[in-house]
């Protein structure tokens, strides 16, 4: 790995992931575990078209760049500076195996 790269990484974010735990009437509970942090850069992704799939979405979104680990999917979300970031799509450049770019959507 370039120090290049491992220079870019300067935020740490907390990695959580869904729990399957139900509420009383089997409807998802909305909790999540810690699944660990990891290094991080961040930059703000410029809305172009602000519709998703025929819906209107005004949130903030976020690009992250991080090395490649596991269990990284739509069912995580990370904590950065009190924020919370779903996952929205993760994508591994087979030129570059050993990070990956996550565009994230911030929850409120």
Same mark, same amino acid.
């Given at each position: 790995m370039s120090g290049e790269f491992a220079g870019t990484l300067?935020?740490?974010v907390t990695i959580e992931t869904r729990t399957g735990? !139900?509420?009383a009437l089997a409807g998802s509970s909305g909790q999540y575990a810690y699944s660990g942090e990891a290094w991080a850069a961040l930059a703000p992704i410029v809305p172009g078209?602000?519709?998703q799939a025929g819906s209107l979405s005004a949130m903030p979104r976020w690009k992250v760049t991080m090395r490649k680990r596991e269990g990284i999917d739509? !069912?995580?979300r990370l904590?950065?500076?009190s924020k919370y970031l779903a996952v929205r799509q993760v994508v591994s450049d087979p030129r570059e195996p050993s990070q990956m770019q996550i565009?994230?959507?911030e929850v409120r």
């Open positions: 300067r935020e740490r735990n !139900r509420d078209d602000l519709t739509p !069912r995580v904590v950065w500076r565009t994230c959507e």
